[in-house]
């Protein structure tokens, strides 16, 4: 039986019908009222600690007049299956679709623009938000995609978290310095505020495209359409006509305001660590707009495997496609949730002394979050923290196989990485390599059929 197809309508309210009918099992629909809206969160990590990863709606959610949905990425299987694919082959199919380039399709009018506010009828203190840990300065919004365009048209899509600041303006930052942040630096060189929209609730392959991982001239929503294969459909904002889609559930637009800066965080950081690291920058809204029957759609912050997902499946595709490009004898890569952003492990097939050094070296000079990558020979599962462990116990010597890099900028959330954001970063090869003597131990497929088929005949009675 033939995966659906979830490309069809780029309506999140149609994609989550139509997973619900497809997958039932893996969609987790709560109608019990939650009392204080940090418990979504806590939820989602309660269900992580006991191995699920299902996408989740909440009914009746405290303050919030509105569905909640959240956990949408935890899981791979689940993006593999949205995207058309398979989870072994979802690096391959990631890049070859978001390499896709289609221009989106104004479509004139959509569901986000059902209902406008403007000037003195704003009051953003009245918008529903999520308090996601104990620590977090405010509620805060994380799953805001602010769209920006340059003097060309050229269009940017990018993650950034907001916390209410007056009745009219958010805190939020522009960590990661990006292409947000060198438009806004643009902008102020000309003597203006930098003009965007902050759109909240979309398809999960808009959502995954405003994660990729592209040069700034070009346009993530292109890229989404090459995951759609088919044009985004938009509609121009209110007041200054940012392209965005159609069938967003919130729509925020304004300015931000270069050299204004206002205080905002700590907020719930993917390193597992609350951050107050911000560019405590200024987004004053100037227009809001909605859907007549909207949903909140949430991101799980902290180090929760949706947060990680969602911007590491685009990293990882890059990464694998521009390794496998330059040196065949990569196999796979994988970006452990362990690890949070800053650990991945690497399949390797070396056919010469050295070769797994130079594959890390590549990983380590591509990927400025990276600070330490594993080597590993292919039959080890890279999915599995304690068969890389394993591999580092059973192959690796200190002495031989590691090397550092110091020095390199890395992460500005990094909590070790110095005042000016350097990091030193660390290779280990833990291949076997030529002279290693051991064989691995193992079943014949026969022995293991057999178990599997004993195993299944008598479930646990553990609880």
């Known amino acids: 039986m033939s995966n659906p197809d979830f490309t069809g309508s780029q309506d999140l309210h149609d994609f989550l019908a139509a997973y619900g009918r497809t997958h039932p099992q893996d969609l987790l629909d709560v109608a019990e009222p939650v009392i204080d809206s940090q418990d979504v969160a806590a939820i989602v990590w309660r269900m992580a600690a006991a191995g699920r990863r299902?996408?989740?709606r909440l009914r009746d959610v405290a303050g919030v007049p509105y569905d909640v949905v959240t956990n949408v990425f935890a899981c791979r299987r689940r993006v593999a299956t949205i995207l058309g694919s398979e989870q072994?082959?979802?690096?391959?199919?990631?890049?070859?679709r978001a390499g896709n380039l289609i221009e989106p399709v104004d479509m004139g009018e959509g569901p986000v623009l059902d209902r406008v506010v403007e000037a003195d009828g704003i009051d953003l203190r009245d918008f529903p938000m999520l308090t996601h840990f104990e620590t977090d300065r405010a509620p805060y919004i994380t799953s805001g995609i602010v769209v920006a365009e340059d003097e060309d048209g050229v269009g940017n899509l990018s993650y950034h978290r907001a916390m209410v600041h007056s009745p009219t303006a958010f805190a939020t930052s522009l960590h990661s310095r990006g292409d947000l942040w060198r438009l806004m630096k643009a902008a102020e060189a000309r003597g203006e505020p930098l003009r965007v929209a902050?759109?909240?609730?979309?398809?999960p392959l808009f959502m995954l495209a405003a994660s990729a991982r592209v040069p700034m001239a070009v346009d993530e929503r292109d890229v989404a359409g090459g995951l759609f294969g088919a044009p985004l459909e938009v509609v121009r904002s209110p007041k200054y006509g940012i392209r965005v889609p159609a069938t967003a559930d919130f729509l925020f637009e304004g300015v931000i305001e270069p050299g204004v800066s206002v205080?905002?965080?700590p907020f719930g950081e993917f390193t597992g660590y609350s951050s107050d690291r911000s560019t405590n920058s200024l987004f004053r809204v100037e227009v809001m707009a909605r859907r007549r029957d909207p949903i909140l759609l949430d991101i799980v912050g902290g180090n929760s495997a949706e947060h990680l997902n969602l911007s590491r499946i685009p990293r990882e595709s890059e990464m694998a496609a521009k390794l496998k490009a330059r040196f065949p004898e990569v196999v796979a890569l994988h970006y452990p949730n362990s690890g949070s952003h800053f650990h991945c492990y690497v399949q390797v097939r070396p056919q010469r002394v050295g070769q797994a050094r130079q594959v890390m070296l590549g990983l380590l000079g591509w990927d400025p979050y990276l600070k330490t990558v594993v080597a590993v020979d292919e039959d080890v599962d890279i999915t599995d923290d304690s068969e890389v462990l394993w591999a580092l116990a059973a192959h690796f010597q200190p002495a031989e196989d590691l090397f550092v890099v110091e020095g390199l900028p890395g992460s500005p959330l990094d909590p070790s990485s110095s005042l000016e954001g350097t990091t030193s970063r660390l290779a280990l090869d833990a291949?076997?390599?030529p002279d290693f003597a051991g064989t691995r131990i193992g079943f014949s497929q026969e022995s293991l059929e057999r178990a599997i088929r004993l195993v299944a005949d008598h479930p646990s009675a553990q609880p």
């Open 198 to 203: 902050m759109v909240l609730g979309g398809h």
């Open 54 to 56: 299902e996408m989740l």
């Open 263 to 265: 205080e905002e965080g």
């Open 431 to 433: 291949t076997r390599g």
């Open 88 to 96: 072994r082959h979802l690096h391959r199919d990631f890049q070859a």
